[in-house]
Structure formats: C-alpha cells, structure tokens
C-alpha cells in the first residue's frame, strides 16, 4: 500500500519518527549521526532529517541524482509530508492542552480537602488525652483489689490440684469399671509431675494406690492389643495409651508380629485343595474337575482375615511397613511355592489359571491394605518363573511320552512278549504320541492364553515366546534322546530321569529303524502341522528381541531330523550288516578249509543267512514305506550281465581238471575285465523296504567276499562254497531288489574263492541243481507245518 506521492509506508514511519525524536530532543547535536562540518561529497539524500542539514547541497545533491520525473515526484512527496507533520504536531499540541487542563482541576481539588483536616485531628488528639487520664484513675483505684483477687486464685487452684491428687485413685477405679481408658491415662499422666516432686512425703499413699491402678489398666490395654474382637482403632488406641504410660510397646510389637508370622504359617496354600487336579493317562482334561466352592471360601476368608491383621498392625505400629512388606512378600512365595509342587506333579492348564487367580485375587487383598509392599510386580516376577516352569515342565512330560511309546518294543522283546507287528505298533504309537500330544501341548497352552484377566494377562507376549522356545529346545531333546538311544550321543548331556527310565540292555535293531521312520515322520508331518498351529494361535511375542532371532525355527528342526533319520538308517543297516558279518566271521573260521570234505548238501549257515535277510525283510516291511516296485534283472544293467571274472568261454574251462589250463583262465578274466563296463554297486539308501534290504543284501555278500579272500580252500571247498552260493542265488532274487548286481557280487564270490583255491574245479551243472533242488524240497517241507 502507498501513500499520496508513492511513498512506501514504512519509510515514511521512519521518518516522521526521525522528526517527531529531533523535536522534543533535548539535545539536537544527538538528533543527528553526522557533524555539522560533514563535506559534501559525504551528503546523502537522508540528511534531510538531520540538525546539519543544508538545504543548498540536498538541492545539488537532489538535482544530480534524480530526472525531471524524480524531481517532480519528489516534490510531491515533500508536500506531503509536511502536511502530514503539520497535522500530527497540531494533534500533539490538543493533547498536551487537554493533560494540563486535567492536572489543573485536579491540584484544586486536593487544595479544598486538606482546609479542614487540621483542626479534626486537633481534636482527635484532645479525646485521646482525655481516655487515658480516665485509665489510669481506674488502675490506680483497682490496683490493691486485684492483687487481693489473683492472690485468692492461685490459692484456689493450688487446693482444687491438692483435692484432685486425693481423689485420683478413687477416679482411676471408676475408668477401670467404666473402661474409661483414655480419661485414666489423662489422669494419671496430668499428675505425675507432683508425685514426681512430693511422692516420697505428703502424697506417698495417693501414688501407691494410683500405681496399682495404672498396673491394672497397663494390663487391661494389653489384651485389647492381642485381642481379635477388638476394631483396630481401639487396638491401636490402646497402644498410644501404653505409649503415654512408658510401657515397652516393642515387646508387643515383636509379639503380634510373631502372631502374624504364625498365621501365614497356618494358612492353606495347598493347591490342591483349590484346584482338585489330577492327571489321566493321556493327558486329557477332565471336565467334570470342578474346584472345591468350600475350600476356595475358607482360603478367601482366611485371607481376608489375614489383611485384616496387617492392616491392624500397620495403624498400630506406624513404622512396621517393611516388616509387614517383607511378611506379604512372603506369602506371595508360599503361593507359588505351593504352585511349583503341583507343577513338578504335572497339573493341567485349567488348574494353574485357577491357581493363578486365586493368587491374583489374594495379591489385590493385600495390596489395598499395603501398597508399600508393590505386590503386584513381585507376584508378576514369580508368576514369570511358574509359567515358565509349567511350560518347561509339560514339555518334559511330553517327551517321557515319546520315549516311553519309543522304547516299549525293546522293553516287549525284552519281555519276551510276542506280537504280530511290534515294530509298526511302536512305531504308530510313536507317531501318535508325537502329533496327538503336540495337539494336547497346544490346547494347554492355550488356556493360558485365553485368560484375559490378572497375572497371565500380562504374561500373553512372554509365554507366546516361551511355547514358541520350549517347541524348539524340545525338538532338540528329542533329538538328543534319539541319538542317546542308539549310543550316538553324550550321556552327560541328558536329562537324569530320562537316562533311569532308558532300557539297560543293548538297543535293538528294530528300534533303531522305528527311529529312523519317525525322524522323517517328524520332518514331514509333526513339524508343518506344529508350524501351522503356532502361526494361527501362537504369533506374536517378541518380547526376547529381534537381535535373537526368531523362537522357533522350523527350517533348523526339519534339518537336523532329515539327517538324524538318515544317520538312523545307516545305523540300521551297520548293525545288521555288523551281525551277519559275525555270523560270517564263524561260519569261515571253524572248519580247515584246506581238508574239507566233499559237499553233500547246502550248508546250515546258509539257512542262518537267510534266516537273517527275512527278519530283516520282516522288520523293512513293519516300518519302511515300499519304493517303486521295480527289480533290476541283468537285462536291465547297462553293462555287461555277467561278472567281470564270469563268462561262457571261462565256465567251459573250469570243467577240465587240468588245474594249469584252470589258473590261465584266470589270467583271462583279468584281461576280460578291461573290457567290460563298470557295475554300480552301492547306490543312496532310501527310506524304503527295497533299498535297505537290497544295500543290507549287498553288504553282506562283499562281506562274504571278503572272508573267502582270507581263507585257503582245496576242492572240496571251493565245491561247497560254489553250492552254497549257487543256492543263494535262487533264493535271494525274492529278497533283493537289485538282481543283477546280487549276481554280479555272487560271481564275485565265486570268482575269489577260485583264486584262493589250490585245485578250483567246480561241481557240474547237473550236480549242483540235484543238490540245490534237494535242499528247496527240504525247506519247503519244513515250512509247511508252520
């Protein structure tokens, strides 16, 4: 916005301050920045407002710097300002005529009051005067009469204490009847001042009766202290009464604490009565458990009348607040105390909530009556260790479970108890008792999660993150136990009563693949399920902090059972190839193979042999799920069908008895076998029947290969170990999956056995299938009976 002439408006308050200032200036020199002497060359436009200035140079000055417009506006400007300096001048002076006029009136009117305030306070003077010399004829006629009258006074008062002491016994019996303690002690304190001073001469009588009496009321005051009828008012009167009389109350205050302490001692803190809790065998909630209505009442009141108490001692001893805290803290850890017992006894859920509120309900009792004792965060910080105890705890249980479905196989063979399927009923009971008891875990838990009140509450994030914990420490103990089991693990990190409760005997085979099954059971089935109940129920927490990561990790729980099933199953296989090995080891060392007789028939070791391989079949079958049912005929290898040291050329060879022509074809075979395509033999063992009895198959014959390269056989032998292996070949191909490579391993036998021979001619074709078909005949016959 401008004014007339353009002029912006801040400029023109600068400058209409600038002159009013230079105006009423009492010093002009100061209205002005420069000297009067200034050059011209240092003139601006702005010394227009100055003492100094100089209207011939401003002109120059303006006339320089500024056109013929410039010099048009500027005039314009000036005009206007001096008008508007005339007007606020003119307005300056109304204003100081009008405040003067103001002042004028008002030094008149204060003239015309002070005219007559002389003589009124003139005569004031002469009243005051007067009222003082009437005063002092008063006091000097009164004077003798009231010395007379305070004289009489004091005697009357020195009589009226006299008669009081006579008759203080006779008043401190009719507070006695009365129970007019109060107004005893007020008595009896108002007059020891003169017993103390004239007790031992003129008032000797008056103070023994008055003693005697006091003695009495000390007495009476102390069963109103101990005595529970009386209110705490009067309880606490009564000790500010034994207070005033000197008595020693710190005897009583150690006394009734003494009582309070015997009192908690007392109370029932038996959660078992309040909970009527008891566990069946598959760990299932009864619902017909209700807490017993009698016993809950009886533990409220006796609670209330334990805050009752406190309270009463706090009005009395106004100083016992951290002995009563330190006394209510202790009843808040004989409640949990009580509380860890049932958990060690395993108690459910619904009975550790009902727990938790009737110690929610007693913390809120006592705290009304002393909130000095800040017993809602001590029973949260307990409450912390039971639930995290409760958890741990069920957790325990629930792997005792496993290992008890776990190991009843071994404890049946043990036994001696026959079933039909023993290894699969282990191991669906194991499986069961994993899934089904996971679910049971969940459902506990989630009762604590379902109340919405008191202690557990506060504790929903904390216990989230404990489950989600106590599912991944659990699997690692499971895990553990497992390995333990097999002899794969530290003893000394495992947990005592799982070691008491471990068979003592070597672990079984069985066992071992049933443990094998149920490690991938766990990673394929308990695992996924487990994670989708702790995503729909169990999410959130987070109270731990993210730099731990999360609680429960899945993926590293799937990883460690994928290889412990793996390490189980080669175990298996080890132990079962180990016993076979034995039975090997003592078929190959007893006889001298160097004398041995000519064969008449398949030797028993050979039904041993298989014996095993069925058993073995029997177990795979119980427990292992069946493969793709695909037998590997010699067709099927994509080398060559025949062993690599076995040909037609070499089997019409070994029919000459020249021993020398014999050795050459092995010099063959040799050569031969440069020219054959390598067989593979051992492949990845899988978690079904055909791989582990095929590997188990394999492993058994390198084996036998092995012994026979140790052994130095003549004929006879190499003819009985031809027989045996010619029959093993008609009866493993049922057994094993992979044939061609049980060929192959069975030319591998034969084959060595020929090298350490001293004469390897083998028996005629006929010869070994008489015998062979002999020895099935046999063994068919005996088998029908069965």
Request: hydrophobic share 40%; proline share 3%.
């Given at each position: ?441 969940f459902l506990e838990f989630r009762r604590l999660l379902d109340e919405n009140s008191g202690l557990l509450l506060k504790l929903r994030d904390l216990t989230i993150d404990w489950v989600q914990e106590g599912f991944q420490d659990f699997f690692r103990k499971l895990d553990d136990h497992f390995r333990l089991l097999t002899g794969k693990s530290n003893v000394a990190s495992q947990e005592v009563n799982l070691l008491e409760r471990m068979p003592g005997d070597k672990v079984a085979a069985g066992l071992v693949l049933v443990l094998a099954q149920l490690s991938l059971f766990i990673e394929q089935s308990a695992i996924p399920r487990i994670t989708e109940e702790i995503a729909s129920s169990f999410s959130g927490g987070g109270v731990r902090g993210s730099e731990y990561g999360p609680a ?235």
């Open positions: 916005m401008e004014i007339e002439g353009g002029a912006p408006l801040d400029d023109k308050a600068k400058r209409m301050r600038d002159l009013l200032s230079s105006f009423y200036s009492s010093d002009p020199s100061s209205a002005s920045s420069l000297p009067p002497n200034t050059s011209s060359r240092f003139a601006t436009l702005d010394t227009i407002n100055t003492a100094s200035f100089n209207a011939d140079q401003y002109m120059n000055l303006l006339v320089q710097k500024s056109n013929m417009e410039g010099l048009l506006q500027k005039h314009v400007e000036m005009a206007a300002e001096i008008k508007n300096l005339d007007t606020d001048l003119q307005m300056l002076v109304y204003e100081n005529y009008n405040k003067f006029i103001s002042a004028t009136d008002t030094i008149k009117r204060m003239k015309n009051n002070i005219v007559g305030m002389e003589t009124n306070m003139e005569q004031l003077l002469e009243k005051i005067m007067s009222v003082q010399s009437r005063s002092d004829g008063v006091n000097t006629s009164l004077f003798e009469k009231r010395e007379h009258i305070e004289k009489l006074h004091r005697t009357r008062n020195l009589l009226r204490k006299v008669q009081f002491i006579y008759d203080l016994p006779a008043r401190l019996e009719k507070c006695i009847k009365s129970e007019a303690y109060a107004d005893a002690v007020r008595y009896y304190t108002g007059a020891m001042p003169i017993f103390k001073a004239y007790g031992d001469s003129s008032f000797q009588d008056c103070q023994r009766q008055s003693e005697e009496a006091v003695a009495i009321i000390i007495n009476n005051l102390q069963g109103k202290v101990f005595s529970d009828a009386e209110s705490i008012q009067a309880r606490a009167e009564a000790v500010m009464l034994l207070k005033q009389l000197d008595f020693p109350v710190e005897s009583l205050k150690v006394k009734l604490f003494e009582k309070l302490e015997q009192f908690l001692v007392n109370l029932n803190f038996d959660s078992k009565e309040l909970t009527d809790s008891s566990v069946d065998v598959n760990g299932s909630l009864d619902p017909g458990r209700v807490p017993h209505a009698a016993s809950a009442t009886a533990h409220e009141a006796s609670v209330r009348e334990f805050a009752e108490a406190v309270r009463a001692y706090k009005v009395i001893f106004l100083d016992s607040e951290p002995q009563l805290s330190k006394l209510a803290q202790d009843f808040v850890t004989k409640h949990f105390e009580a509380t860890h017992q049932q958990i060690e006894k395993q108690i459910h859920s619904a009975d550790l909530v009902t727990i938790f509120r009737v110690i929610w309900t007693d913390v809120l009792l006592l705290d009304e009556v002393l909130p000095e004792a800040s017993l809602p965060d001590f029973a949260f910080q307990s409450a912390c260790v039971a639930v995290k105890d409760y958890i741990s705890s069920a957790f325990s249980h629930f792997l005792l479970h496993i290992s008890d479905a776990v190991t009843k196989v071994q404890g049946r063979q043990k036994e001696q108890i026959e079933e039909d399927y023993p290894l699969q009923v282990a191991l669906e009971a194991s499986q069961k008792a994993v899934l089904q008891g996971s679910m049971n875990v429960f990790v899945p993926a590293d729980i799937c990883r460690t059972f994928r290889s412990s099933g793996e390490m189980f199953l080669h175990l298996y296989i080890n132990m079962r190839t180990q016993k076979i090995s034995v039975l090997l080891k003592k078929r190959f060392a007893a006889p001298n193979w160097v004398k041995h007789k000519e064969p008449r028939e398949v030797h028993m070791f050979v039904d041993l042999l298989l014996q095993e391989f069925e058993e073995i079949r029997t177990e795979a079958k119980q427990v292992l799920p069946q493969g793709i049912n695909r037998k590997h005929r010699r067709t099927d290898s994509n080398g060559s069908t025949a062993s690599s040291r076995s040909n037609p050329l070499r089997d019409d060879r070994l029919n000459r008895s020249n021993t020398q022509k014999a050795r050459s074809q092995l010099l063959e075979t040799h050569l031969a076998k440069l020219f054959k395509q390598k067989m593979e033999i051992f492949t990845k063992v899988e978690q079904t029947q055909e791989s582990v009895i095929t590997t188990i198959v394999k492993l058994s014959l390198k084996s036998l290969q092995e012994f026979v390269r140790l052994q130095t056989f003549n004929r006879s032998g190499f003819q009985q170990i031809q027989l045996d292996v010619h029959f093993l070949k008609s009866t493993l191909k049922h057994i094993a999956e992979d044939e061609a490579a049980v060929d192959f391993l069975l030319d591998e036998v034969i084959v060595s056995t020929a090298e350490r021979c001293l004469d390897p001619v083998p028996l005629e074709p006929p010869i070994l299938d008489r015998l062979v078909q002999t020895k099935l005949a046999k063994t068919s016959e005996q088998s029908l009976p069965s």
